[in-house]
């Protein structure tokens, strides 16, 4: 499945747990479709460039979340002793189609062709920043080898939506779809405790949701956040991204931040950033 260009985020339309049923077929050598083999060791896929890291005195190893095969981990040879275009494809956040050499350890970019530019993206430091925090969400959640088209379609699109838009509402946006399509979907409705409708006045991620008067522990709630909440995991994502920077998005934010690392069990770098940004 493609994903027009400029589109928003493609999120509402997942469930609860991540589609993990797609895996990749040989075919003849020569074939250009994205996710098949075309050889016993060669194969074709279209990824988002996560991260990068320097191998040796030329190499870089290259994290991509690819269409087909989910996690992979792959060395462009000589990229760093030259300034070609091909070492400019693989930066993170580009959107990139590959032929790959599979490896025993780490496979091998052997082409590199640029799906789309997203400019805009490294033009901004809000931008880069909200990108990066992306990506940094994403290869914590993916797994090495497991085929997720879901999770690399998020990524397009919030990479996309970032692009085109700024990233005010997009990355906890991301960062609830995340949680929900891992199976961690917080209550927004009553209280996690007492079951009472409200008034609501603390989230508390420990307990599984939102909390009343009566019960509240965790973190205060803001009626506005709340709202914001509801409608990010309840069908209405383009009406929560249309919502301008506040002191209710900033609580969104950070709920969705305490809420991700709570999951995978550690703290997500690029919140330094988004802080500094706040200072700064």
Known sequence: MSIPPGSTLPLSNLTRQWPRTRTATAVSAGSTDVGQHVASHLYRDTAVVLRTY???????????????????????????KTKSKFGARLEPMSHVHLLLSQGRDLDVVSQAESVESLAPLVADLDHLTAGIAVLEAADQMALEREPNPGLYRMVVGALRT???RGGSLVVPAFYWKLLAADGVRPELDV?????????????????????CRTCRSGAPLSEGALEIMRMILGGRLNDALNTPPSRET????AHATRSLEHHIERRLRTVAMFERAELG
């Open 54 to 80: 320097k191998l040796g005195e030329a190499d870089r190893i290259v994290v991509l979340l690819t269409e087909a095969h989910g996690k992979v981990r792959a060395v462009a040879k000589g990229v760093r």
């Open 162 to 164: 970032i692009a085109a």
């Open 191 to 211: 209280c996690v405790r007492c079951g009472e409708a409200g008034p609501l006045v603390a989230f508390d991620m420990l307990h599984g949701g939102v909390l």
């Open 250 to 253: 900033h609580e969104v934010m």
